[in-house]
């Protein structure tokens, strides 16, 4: 996968694809597992008809630069500044791409190979120097993309660009940063958001999302195109109405601060928020520091042996020194991050005794495991990740 990337980057003819090549292969040869792992990794973000795109290269080092980090939260840009000595252009280059500007643009006219952008939040204009590109692209066409300048200090579209045909999906989304929508956009925007998936991920959608129950989604599928829209019209309305007794108790608190009586019970009342709102901000900390030590990790491990073995039944056994470090860092640094129903179990997991036959069977009677995937959802769903 790495040699077919690298091969792809090399037929680039601009002289900024050869330094990214350049440096991709300077850590490949500093971590030799890197380039194909992240291959990998980036075959599952794009999907595998990615491999045949003749800019595979091209959208290959865009997402390494940009979006790949490894498990100690390093992205390349930082791994690549520390381990590999670089020249001037080098370091300039990637500076560069730190400070892109990624976003949502409209095309405004293409004069032979420079394209004149808007950014659709921002309303700034930019103008972009291409080589050549295949897409169709024509003014009025909205497209996402990252513009980074070179070492000319022109723009140029790093990493490839991507066609939306969702126009207004992205027009509704921008306005939320400047305003509420109202019902009908709301409305409007998740027919859109809907539109094109699969009953799988509907039926996902409709509960987690819209709250729906069994009952109104088997309802859902049973209604007309007008129906649908009229039930999630109401259940937008429900959440609204939630939203707005939240917004109503604030108002309420600074009416009762108008007179002296007001203000003495204000004054508990403001208390008694200020007290729940930093005991959340105290749980949303602990629950991100669990997630970010101890059960992010312990479940990406285990999901990356159940790929290896083609199995989700498998144990948690580290098959390398940097996940044998990992284990041990869990269980004697951040200890006492493991919350209690498992602090017996997670002993288990320790390279020198999760081989044992024993221990592999104390590690089931236990429910280590399936105690680890529950405390990582409880908490994702603290800090309103899904």
Not at 322 to 346: A, P, R, S
């Amino acid at each position: 996968m790495d040699g077919n990337l690298t091969e792809n980057i090399n037929e680039e003819e601009n002289k900024e694809a050869k330094i990214f090549s350049n440096l991709i292969k300077g850590l490949g040869e500093k971590f030799p597992k890197l380039i194909s792992d992240a291959g990998e990794e980036f075959l599952e973000f794009y999907g595998e008809e990615i491999s045949d795109n003749s800019h595979c290269g091209q959208f290959f080092y865009g997402w390494f630069f940009s979006i790949f980090t490894l498990k100690d939260g390093k992205d390349m840009i930082v791994l690549t500044k520390e381990c590999l000595k670089l020249n001037n252009e080098e370091k300039s280059l990637l500076d560069n791409v730190q400070n892109g500007i990624s976003g949502y643009f409209k095309i405004l006219k293409i004069e032979n190979k420079d394209f004149y952008l808007e950014d659709l939040l921002t309303k700034k204009d930019y103008t972009v120097r291409t080589k050549d590109l295949e897409h169709n692209l024509v003014p009025g066409k909205i497209i996402e993309a990252c513009l980074v300048k070179n070492l000319e200090k022109d723009y140029f579209f790093f990493g490839g660009l991507r066609i939306s045909d969702r126009t207004r999906l992205i027009e509704l989304n921008l306005a939320e940063y400047s305003r509420d929508l109202d019902v009908d956009e709301l409305v409007e925007r998740e027919l859109l958001i809907i539109n094109n998936m699969d009953e799988e991920m509907l039926i996902d959608y409709l509960e987690e999302v819209l709250d729906f129950n069994d009952n109104e989604i088997d309802n859902y599928f049973d209604s007309s195109e007008k129906g649908r829209e009229e039930m999630i019209r109401a259940h937008i309305m429900i959440l609204m109405s939630c939203e707005g007794e939240k917004k109503m108790s604030e108002q309420m608190i600074i009416s009762l601060l108008s007179g002296l009586a007001g203000a003495i019970i204000g004054s508990g009342l403001i208390i008694a928020f200020t007290i729940r709102r930093d005991n959340k901000i105290e749980r949303e900390k602990l629950a991100r520091e669990k997630l970010e030590k101890v059960y992010g990790p312990l479940v990406a491990l285990k999901k990356k042996i159940d790929e290896v073995n083609q199995s989700d039944g498998g144990f948690i056994l580290p098959s390398n020194p940097i996940e044998k470090e990992m284990i041990e860092k869990i269980i004697f640094q951040y200890y006492h991050l493991i919350d209690d129903d498992l602090k017996e179990g997670i002993i288990l997991l320790h390279p020198e005794i999760s081989r044992d036959t024993m221990s592999m069977v104390k590690n089931v009677q236990l429910n280590v495991i399936d105690k680890i995937f529950k405390h990582y959802k409880e908490n994702k769903e603290i800090l309103g990740l899904r």
